[in-house]
């Protein structure tokens, strides 16, 4: 590899700006600049050197903080564009079919489109998640490939540095001290430690120099992204992260999907309602109540050791909670939440089994639909046999009955009645408000009685192994950002020069304003000559040319 | 007096209190040479300590209708929308009291007051809690991202104020241009106060059903005059304004209708202002502006994106995150509002890497910081009033 020699003797890497020694401009470029360009100390950044392999290549691509930002760009982009329409999650249809379909129907032309390229479902998608991990590769290389160098050109800096260096900073001065020749240094040294400077001295130079470690907070915080990116990724190793649902009847006992040995039991849903009169924004929306608690009280059970599997025997209780949104049951790393509901789910009908002119019962049958029987004998021998149950009855398809769902919304039953009248068995169709004899006239009902209910849960189950590694990625970010926003570091060159003419330049990566106070304290207790703020300068130039061409 | 008259009167008194600093630290101006170094004349202090009043009797407003409502008011549009505006009056402090320069407050006061007007457009009254918000992390979640999304608006106000200084507005260029419709886009919030007020004074109401999306028969109250109507709508009130224009089910012709009049409004005052002061308003606010510091205004921007950064950071993203896993067990779903603050943290995050690799400093930088405060005025309005979701809440 080539060097780059400087004035001063020091060899440079390829790719050097500043000289790492005396700080002299070495690039055309960089000679050709009124004010030094301080980023990365004008130290080699590998990007910059090699260029030939095709691991360089890739390298050079993805250091490129140029690629960064473009990255960074195009992932919010195609992240507002997943906001236009409502993601599919958040649909409530299970199919595709249905999907497709929903997009069209609601949003048209512009759904359907939308749909066929998959934007319905775009965060998910393969080439999102390549955009949010080529990024991830991106933060991983630019740090290296700049924060290598810099933290090398940091440790090694000297303290007295060339004129070429010290005049093309931003702030500069330069002049006879104003008082007292002789102690001008050490007043500065004493004014530089009195301001919490770490102060370095050699012959006549001083460097003061304040919270370095600033410069790295934006590698730490690169570093706790990478983290979390990585728990993020985990997810989708198995075992890391359950995420499972089910819905749970008030009564009912069911093994915990995705949390092996463990059941659940619903003990009560409690709904509860602010009884506020409702008022302004409430009725023009037309809600008459506002929920105030969705609850689900629940017991944890745990099965023994050496039980079937999935059999609810051999129960232990392990808790009791009542599970409301925003206070998750947990245990053991796992969660339930609340997230669903469904009211007054009818749980048994119970039926008379009715003679039509006589009006007289001869007994009742109370059908469990969870469980029903296929044959209910009544205590006088009539016996009445369920021939079919249809849970949320649809209509007919062909003369049969047929059921949309499994859930009993609109349940419908055929029954054969057998009775000492009519041992053959009289056949009849009953749903709600509904009753179909398809042999003819029958003698015999089942006459609708009562019917009980009772409410439905649906929890969520959720175990993420991976939490740890996001807590830790994001406290790693917060400390990075925080150093990097809240400290700045600054530093000050100071150089008295044979005749007693003192020479000053001062740098801070951000944070003029404090920098200059700094300097204004130091000034004054050294009695040191004014400094200048050359950019101040240049633009004020800048905008007074600017003015003069356009009035001119 | 009940606590929420109490709330309500304290809020007006905070509003004046904005108004008026506004132009005492307009006449703190006129009088001072204004640099980094000078100290704020008489002036300046008065002005400051008007705003530090209206300031103390905004948190007076929060205060009692905190008590009142036993939650944090944060809940629905009229209440963030308020404490918003309450931040950028905190944050704006804060700077003045670092950089003394009496112009931040000619263009963040007119600001907040803009946006707390905007606030009071919106239903007033105490609603209960529904469920998902009762939890300790609204307030802690809330207040921290409205905090941090203020303190993005002072790095706007300094853009504004660099934009202001350095934009030549007798020439005909884009920049000039843009920043004329910026202006022009306050005007139109004025309008949309203006419009909502005025139908509000003569009790305007008028009710349609109309057939949604899903087929469905819905009824919508429009409380001004219907241009626009709902798809396949029947009038149900008497003597109302028949609609101009009937639209399909996927638009809601009744917002459609408030941005119309809102436009129509602003237009107008626009159009009044232009005509009476012959003069650009953007023109009318260089005068103020004309002995501002540009690399201090531009320092001042840079600096507040800067300490917004990690507020924001922890209150939208990372509180946002615990509390959604508390709530829904997921950190993370994708919801509107939820890519929204990731993309309002993305774009400046581009800004910093822009700054510091790429040198952007100056003109570019202070578009940059306006367009930023743009991308969180769209998260908060049209992202909570348009686009549908979790956070929706008016």
């Not at chain 2, 502006?289 to 320092?299: A, P």
Request: proline share 3%; net charge neutral; aromatic share 12%.
């Amino acid at each position: 590899m080539n060097k780059l020699l400087c004035e001063c003797g020091h060899e440079n890497p390829e790719g050097t700006t500043l000289c790492q020694k005396c700080g002299s401009p070495l690039s055309a470029e960089e000679k050709s600049k009124k004010i030094a360009d301080m980023r990365y100390e004008g130290s080699a950044i590998r990007s910059k050197t090699y260029n030939k392999s095709i691991i360089d290549k890739i390298w050079n691509f993805f250091s490129s903080v140029k690629v960064g930002i473009t990255l960074i760009i195009i992932n919010l982009i195609a992240a507002s564009i997943g906001t236009i329409l409502p993601q599919e999650f958040y649909i409530s249809v299970a199919t595709d079919a249905e999907k497709e379909k929903y997009y069209s129907d609601v949003y048209g032309w512009f759904g359907e489109i939308y749909y066929a390229l998959g934007l319905s479902d775009l965060y998910s998608s393969l080439w999102f998640q390549l955009l949010v991990l080529m990024l991830g590769v991106s933060i991983i290389i630019a740090s290296i490939d700049r924060g290598i160098p810099l933290h090398k050109s940091l440790k090694n800096q000297r303290v007295k540095r060339h004129t070429n260096f010290m005049k093309r900073q931003r702030i500069i001065g330069e002049g006879k001290p104003t008082e007292t020749r002789e102690q001008t240094l050490q007043l500065v040294e004493q004014s530089l430690k009195n301001l919490k400077y770490n102060v370095r001295r050699e012959d006549s130079s001083i460097l003061a120099e304040r919270g370095r470690f600033s410069r790295y907070g934006a590698y730490i915080n690169h570093v706790g992204l990478i983290v979390f990116l990585i728990g993020v990724m985990l997810h989708l190793v198995p075992g890391m992260y359950v995420d499972e649902s089910m819905w749970l009847r008030e009564g009912e006992t069911r093994a915990v999907p995705g949390m092996d040995g463990y059941f659940l039991k619903n003990d009560k849903f409690i709904l509860e309602t602010y009884d506020n009169v409702p008022q302004g924004e409430q009725i023009k929306q037309g809600v008459n109540v506002v929920a105030k608690n969705f609850q689900t009280d629940v017991t944890l059970y745990k099965q023994k050791e050496n039980s079937v599997p999935g059999q609810a025997e051999n129960l232990e209780e392990v808790k009791q909670y009542g599970i409301q949104v925003n206070h998750p049951l947990k245990h053991e790393g796992y969660a339930f939440y609340q997230m669903d509901f469904r009211l007054n789910e009818i749980k048994t009908m119970v039926f008379d089994l009715t003679n039509k002119e006589t009006e007289q019962s001869l007994g009742q049958i109370s059908i469990d639909l969870t469980n029903p029987q296929e044959m209910y004998t009544l205590d006088n021998g009539a016996q009445v046999q369920l021939m079919g149950y249809y849970p949320d009855f649809s209509g007919f398809k062909e003369g049969v009955p047929q059921t949309a769902t499994q859930t009993p919304n609109n349940p419908a039953f055929i029954f054969k009645m057998i009775t000492p009248e009519t041992p053959e068995g009289e056949t009849s169709f009953v749903a709600i408000q509904q009753t179909l004899e398809p042999e003819g006239d029958n003698i015999y009902k089942m006459k609708f009685s009562n019917v009980e209910t009772r409410h439905m849960s649906g929890l969520t189950i959720r175990y993420d192994r991976t939490i740890p590694i996001l807590i830790v990625g994001g406290i790693i970010f917060m400390i990075g950002v925080a150093i990097g926003s809240y400290w700045n570091h600054r530093r000050i060159w100071v150089e008295q020069l044979a005749d007693g003419t003192i020479r000053l330049a001062a740098h801070t990566n951000k944070n003029w304003f404090s920098m200059k106070k700094d300097l204004d304290a130091l000034t004054k207790h050294a009695h040191l000559p004014q400094y200048v703020d050359q950019q101040e300068i240049e633009n004020n130039e800048h905008v007074e040319t600017e003015k003069d061409g356009k009035t001119l | 007096m009940s606590l929420i008259d109490l709330s309500g009167y304290l809020l007006y008194a905070a509003f004046i209190s904005y108004l008026v600093g506004t132009f005492l630290f307009a006449g703190a101006i006129k009088v001072k040479n204004d640099t980094a170094a000078a100290r704020a004349d008489k002036y300046g202090k008065i002005a400051l300590v008007v705003t530090i009043i209206g300031f103390v009797a905004q948190l007076g407003y929060f205060i009692t209708r905190w008590m009142y409502t036993g939650h944090a008011p944060v809940s629905n549009m009229f209440e963030f929308t308020t404490a918003f505006g309450m931040f950028i009056v905190l944050s704006f402090i804060v700077i003045y009291i670092t950089y003394k320069v009496a112009a931040l407050g000619v263009v963040a006061l007119p600001i907040a007051l803009l946006i707390i007007a905007y606030a009071s457009m919106f239903p007033t009254e105490v609603s209960p809690l529904v469920p998902s918000l009762q939890s300790h992390w609204l307030t802690i979640h809330v207040t921290t991202a409205a905090l941090g999304q203020s303190i993005f608006g002072i790095s706007a106000v300094a853009g504004l104020i660099y934009l202001l200084r350095n934009v030549n507005m007798n020439e005909r260029s884009k920049e000039s241009f843009w920043l004329e419709t910026v202006m022009f886009c306050c005007v139109l919030v004025v309008g949309f106060v203006v419009a909502t007020v005025t139908f509000n004074a003569m009790d305007y109401e008028a009710k349609y059903e109309y057939v949604d999306t899903l087929d469905q028969v819905s009824t919508s109250t429009y409380l001004m005059p219907a241009v626009f109507g709902m798809n396949e709508y029947v009038e149900l009130s008497e003597d109302r304004m028949t609609p101009l224009f009937e639209l399909p089910a996927l638009i809601d012709a009744r917002k459609l209708t408030t941005v119309f009049w809102s436009v129509l409004f602003g237009t107008i005052i626009y159009l009044l202002i232009r005509l009476i002061t012959r003069r650009k308003i953007a023109t009318m606010f260089q005068p103020l502006v004309k002995r501002v510091n540009s690399t201090l205004m531009d320092e001042i921007a840079y600096r507040s994106i800067l300490i917004a950064f990690p507020i924001f950071t922890l209150g939208a993203l990372i509180f946002a995150m615990i509390w959604a896993q508390e709530a829904w067990g997921r950190f993370w779903g994708w919801d509107p509002k939820e890519v929204w603050a990731l993309i309002t943290w993305l774009f400046y995050a581009a800004f910093l890497h822009l700054r510091l690799s790429k040198g952007w400093e100056g003109r570019k930088s202070a578009w940059l910081t306006v367009i930023g405060f743009l991308i969180i005025l769209f998260n908060l309005v049209v992202v909570n009033l348009v686009i549908a979701g979790l956070h929706s809440y008016a």
